[in-house]
């Protein structure tokens, strides 16, 4: 004669480890050696911290960094050198020079907030020489002072 089987109750299905008489915490490490527990333990810190570690630098920012910010500042005053070597002689045609600087100049984008406001100021002085046709004293003394301003910060990238 076959005797009849039937299924556990439902929530020994769903709790094996209370079903069996341990904490559901247990069960985890249950059939692990209490020796081999510790390292169980140990490993997954490690796995974890192994994880946070890459997160963590990925928060840092390069402000807070002085040759990351030496680095963004000297790209910068090489693209201000550059953008104003292109163009007509300043000498020939000062009106088409000015003209030729404003557009590259505005382009230029740095996060060092002296760099960017010395840049727009000389794109701006610029862009008052083209407007007036280059009959502006003040226009030209703006250019001058500007130029001064952006080579405190980029020496030699407005000559």
């Known amino acids: 004669m076959l005797a009849e089987v039937h299924p556990p ?10 079903a069996a008489g341990r904490a559901p915490g247990a069960r985890l490490t249950a059939g692990v050696a209490p020796s081999r527990r510790g390292l169980r333990a140990a490993g997954l810190g490690i796995g974890l911290a192994a994880l946070a570690l890459p997160m963590l630098a990925a ?3 390069s402000a807070g ?17 550059a953008a104003l070597s292109d163009g007509p002689d300043p000498d020939a045609d000062p009106v088409g020079y000015a003209e030729a ?5 505005r382009e230029i984008q ?4 002296a760099l960017r406001v010395a840049i727009g100021d000389l794109a701006q002085a610029y862009a008052r020489v083209f407007a007036s046709n280059g009959t502006s ?14 080579d405190t910060i980029c020496p030699g990238a407005t000559s």
């Open 59 to 61: 928060c840092g920012s």
């Open 65 to 81: 960094h002085p040759g990351a910010q030496a680095a963004t500042v000297s790209a910068a005053c090489t693209a201000v050198g």
């Open 101 to 105: 600087q404003i557009k590259p100049l």
């Open 137 to 150: 004293s003040a226009a030209s003394k703006a250019v001058a002072a500007a130029a001064v301003r952006v």
């Open 9 to 18: 109750p439902s929530s020994a299905v769903r709790e094996p480890a209370r």
């Open 110 to 113: 740095t996060s060092d907030h």
